[in-house]
């Protein structure tokens, strides 16, 4: 007998295993979405301008472009 299991196993059958799963999804999309948006919101910013100075750099744009793109990624 099943002594008031139910078809899901109980407590420590599926139902159990099926609860940690949900939240191991639910856990895994929230540090999903934290990482995503701190690489978009925080990091993309500064490295930007870093991906500008390297540019200024080797060159491969003057001062002057440096200034209006800077002035440009500030808005």
Not at 37 to 66: H, P, Q, V
Request: proline letters at 0%; zero cysteines.
């Amino acid at each position: 007998m099943m002594n008031g299991g139910g078809g899901m196993g109980g407590f420590f059958g599926f139902g159990f295993i099926g609860i940690l799963i949900i939240i191991a999804i639910i856990f895994i999309g929230f540090w999903m979405m934290n990482n995503s948006g701190s690489n978009r919101n925080g990091k993309s910013g500064s490295s930007s301008i870093d991906t500008l100075k390297e540019r200024l750099a080797r060159g491969e744009i003057s001062e002057e472009e440096y200034d209006r793109l800077k002035r440009k990624m500030d808005e």
